[in-house]
């Protein structure tokens, strides 16, 4: 077989990204070998299974990813703006849109949330790691291959072209041959492993590891979304990885479970997708409102309005999430009553929802608001994320919906919810908690350029986005160069601009307070206005997270630790500490099933086998392992919480 | 013990009902009720050797009751959902949704005694 047999090739774009990838990927070989950093990567971070570096690897991976699918946005709105130029073919362009929306979906909002609450829930219940720390590194290295299989595609193979949704027959064997759509198949169900991983293991760390005292109506909000989008991770990831699964069989081994021939089922895709895709949404979206509860309770220095509602409009929304599919393919041709049911459970989540809202504006009124970053974000949440939501509403009646499908009305509204929703909180939580991260806060100044460009960005690009769609103007569509779309489109290309120009002063801001701003020197980084437990450490945060963990009968234990001056260091309680040893198993573990996938990709089977062996061979091993980790001594705690304390 | 016993059971039953898939010259309503069957002792297996179902000792406290009752609804949504929606509502004639994909098996299974 020749190299050219699977490479890419006759793109110029392509073959742009091939050389800067090469380029990319020497110069960083070139650093860690000119400044001998292998062996620190190996043992300080590929190794690890401290959930702070996790999570910190989770969200560098999240950046890089929203780079990557921004670079894909940004490429369709200038052939969007730019019909005539010919800047991208439609075979191009079908690729674009598909990854676009995977990355953005599955290795951007995901990884970049679970490493949120990676770093933060932990902290939040008074844990010392996750109950199964091993299982953590495992996810994370089954996402990160996952999300390398995916991303080389368009180098090698070609990408998968059918949309995010990869709907068959499209999908299929028959009308998507080569390995494209293998890619995605296989990049999604290996980091499916690591999601569905993640959920089990969050979900027994909040359950079985909370501090003394502490009953879940007790539980920081943003613990408490996290353990109800851990319920929806459990329930409905199974869907995914058997749909998945059915279409690998069927376009690898010649299987008709979703074929057009064969007396296949093609719409039977579309439901299980849906059954995983709706919940999806709610797991992307549910941690988004914690952050946001969380940030605003602390700058309007309230407790959050209304605590308990707040939790069950959330446990609402989880059941709900389930019994509302449908309304992705209303105009499947489903009868009258099949899509009025599904019509009344949706327009049903908008209570639970607007309940939300109305606690958040509640907490802030008559308070005293701080307006840091993270409050920008959160407020310009509040009534964007409106916008998203009422469109929503329009789009879930069923009649109206065959109006809307699939034009840029559809475009607009879930670019509403996901943006303002989920984008808004990835920066106002990475902004809120990176003192507890990095021992140092991102610069204000900067932190607000980047907040107005991108928030005013944002609504440039896809507020006219309704309008194109009233116009009828459809999604996907390669050739726009119909005059009275031209114009909107335009003023939507420069609204892409300026949220490109946004993330890129944030980047730039990463750097910038790496380089200036000021080292922390208190846990409690936003003014002494922390409420809960993660601001009790110091900062950084000591590899054992709490000397002594404290003893928590409310919420917001931190307000009152403060007013009787108590600490997570009480020096005559201290005992010794029980931590998990740092392992390269799940690395190689996951490197090996990454091989597998590829294998499986271009059919090679004895690549997979080979892989697959490999895998079994890892369990096996894992199952003899008998390291029950170490005890961090009293002494060496006392000696890091007195420096870190500056006793 | 348990569950080097558990384990070998689980790997012996997966193997016959691939068996009875690929290999075996059953009629195709045997090899459906095979396999459904073993699904059904697969499931006890797992509680049984597991999953602590038997572990009372604590107040049931291990016992995963609310995790199953979970799943038993959700597989419930999942079956019943489909059906409703895959019968798109007005067909509901003789040849509904289920008897194609029964059909769709059958002309897998003499697909694969085929070869």
Known sequence: MHITDILVTGEPIIYGAMVSMALGGLAILFVLTYFKKWGWLWREWL????????????????????????????????QLAFPDLGFLNSQHYNEIFTTHGTIMIIFMAMPFLIGLMNIIVPLQIGARDFAFPYLNALSFWSFFFGMALFNISFVIGGSPDAGWTSYTPLSGAAMSPGPGQNFYLMGLQLSGIGTLATGINLMVTILKMRAPGMKLFHMPIFTWSTLVTCFIIVFAFPILTVALALLTIDRIFGSQFFTLTGEGLPMMWANLFWMWGHPEVYIVILPAFGIFSEVISTFAKKRLFGYNVMVWSMIVIALLSFLVWVHHFFTMGAGAFVNSVFSVSTMLIAVPTGVKIFNWLATLYKSKIEFTVPMLWSLAFIPSFILGGVTGVMLGMAAADYQFHNSYFLIAHFHYVLIAGTVF????????????MFGHKMNERLGRWAFWLFFFGFHVCFFPQYFLGLDGMPRRLFITNVAEWLPLNVISTVGAAGMALGFVVFVYNVYYSFRYSERETTGDSWNGNGRTLEWATTTPVPYYNFATVPYVDEIDPYVRMKEEGKTTFEEDKVKPIHMPSYTGQPFIFMALLGLASFGLIFEWMYLAVFGLIGGVVMMIRRSFDYDDGYYVSVEEIKETEKKARGL | MNHVIGFILSLVMTLVAAWAAIQSDLPVTWVIIGIMILALLQAGVQLFMFMHVTEASSGNGHVPWNMMFHGFALAGIVVAGSLFVMSFGHDHGDHGDMGDMQQQEEQHSEDHNGH
Do not use: E
């Open chain 1, 47 to 78: 190794t690890s299974v401290d959930h702070k570096k996790i999570g910190v690897m989770y969200i560098l991976s999240a950046l890089l990813m929203l780079f990557r699918g921004g670079v894909d946005a940004m490429m369709m709105r200038v």
């Open chain 1, 425 to 436: 909180a990835c920066f106002a939580g990475l902004v809120f908690w990176y003192p507890k």
